[in-house]
């Protein structure tokens, strides 16, 4: 049977979202019935808008006139709450970007209305569909590295000033009185972090409780937010989890997990499926990645298929956010620890040195305080297991 599908958010990354539609759409399985944005929708040349399609600004009059089976959501982090919660009131089943929402609270309302609701809530953490890293989760649960000591991420980008002028709500903390949250750690980065936590839940055979979070925050502009950052997450049960990132790197690091044991040390590179096991003479690139939104539809089918990003996987990544959202401001680096190239929209910045210490970060278990790094600030440290809450001196 076709499903009716819309999309809250068709421009900016929604295009990509589009183009999985139209994949899908052409396979039978699918009908786009409504986009909706608060900007005429833009031309995608892979994902045609169907003439019989709803657009309009309002995703409550599009619920209201389409009625569709499942929505995605793509739109900024601060609106997903209010929009699932709309989305799920009419019956539909839900694929929400990621960051799913902003903090625990908001995170337990959405539960609460996916239980009442009886819908499937899907979250946008796509690399995790990866045959990649289920092949690594595998090797590592059968002790190809041995017992494991560390899971950590490293991943160096670069983000021009467009970047930040792309939107009101790009490198803000908060936007109109709300959490808004577009830094590193919890936007283009984000899948790094959720990477690690999705292995080390391997490791243990259940979520991650974290009950230490430590996190650094450093910016190269007059942002809000991080655009650099060291984190390490202290489990309950578990290896402790780093994550080294930046949008302000020297040379590009797509995004490796790395996974250190007392038998050797797997690395996959989670944007392009290579995949580096002990004993292996080079990475290989392992095909398959199943999507999310072709998931949910197959769950909608049978319930017995589960899905890859449901919510509750996602409350580890909730619990970061969280303390990252509260952390003080990021640390200013600047002077003659940068490097400035092009100009205007297409001006980058970037740290002299950063690979080579967030690599080190990432490979050690350490944050960069714990490196000497001359730029490097006080960690903002909360322990989640007593209550308490560490903060930088005055």
């Not at 999985?20 to 994902?47: F, K, N, S, T």
């Not at 620890?337 to 210490?357: C, F, P, Q």
Request: charge should be negative; hydrophobic fraction near 45%.
């Amino acid at each position: 049977m076709t499903v009716r599908v819309a999309l809250v958010g068709a421009n900016g990354h929604g295009r990509w979202h589009r183009r999985v539609v139209a994949g899908l759409q052409a396979e039978g399985r699918v009908r786009l019935v409504g986009l909706v944005d608060l900007h005429p929708i833009e031309d995608e040349p892979d994902a045609a808008v169907p003439d019989d399609a709803l657009t309009t600004t309002d995703h409550r009059e599009m619920l209201d006139r389409v009625r569709p089976e499942v929505v995605v959501v793509c739109t900024p982090p601060h609106t997903h709450l209010p929009i699932a919660l709309d989305v799920l009131a009419t019956g539909a089943d839900l694929l929400l970007e990621k960051p799913p929402v902003l903090s625990l609270a908001e995170h337990r309302v959405l539960a609460e209305a996916v239980q009442r609701s009886g819908r499937a809530c899907q979250v946008g953490f796509q690399a995790l569909g990866s045959a990649a890293l289920a092949e690594l989760t595998e090797a590592v649960v059968g002790g190809r590295v041995g017992t494991v000591t560390g899971v950590a991420t490293v991943a160096c980008w670069q983000r021009s000033d467009g970047y930040y002028a792309r939107a009101p709500w790009a490198g803000r903390r908060t936007l109109d009185g709300r959490p808004v949250l577009d830094g590193a750690l919890a936007n283009p980065l984000a899948h790094a972090v959720m990477q690690c936590l999705a292995v080390t839940e391997g490791v243990t055979g259940s979520p991650v409780v974290p009950a230490r979070i430590e996190v650094e925050r450093y910016r190269v502009r007059p942002i809000e937010v991080d655009d650099t950052a060291t984190l390490r997450v202290v489990p309950t049960v578990g290896p402790p989890i780093v994550a080294a990132v930046t949008l302000a790197g020297e040379d590009l690091v797509r995004g490796e997990v790395i996974v250190t044991g007392t038998a050797g040390r797997a690395v996959l590179e989670y944007p392009t499926d290579q995949l580096l096991l002990p004993g292996d003479p080079a990475p290989r690139t392992v095909p398959g990645r199943r999507g999310l939104l072709a998931n949910l539809l197959d769950h909608r089918a049978d319930p017995r298929v589960p899905l890859i990003a449901p919510l509750a996987r996602t409350a580890p990544f909730t619990t970061v956010l969280e303390v990252v959202t509260a952390a003080p401001e990021p640390t200013l680096v600047d002077g003659e620890r940068l490097v400035v190239t092009g100009a205007d929209a297409e001006r980058v910045v970037t740290i002299r040195g950063v690979n080579a210490v967030l690599r080190a970060a990432a490979e050690g278990g350490r944050l960069l305080s714990e490196l000497a790094v001359p730029w490097a600030g006080t960690p903002h440290v909360v322990r989640l297991d007593q209550g308490e809450e560490e903060r930088p001196p005055c």
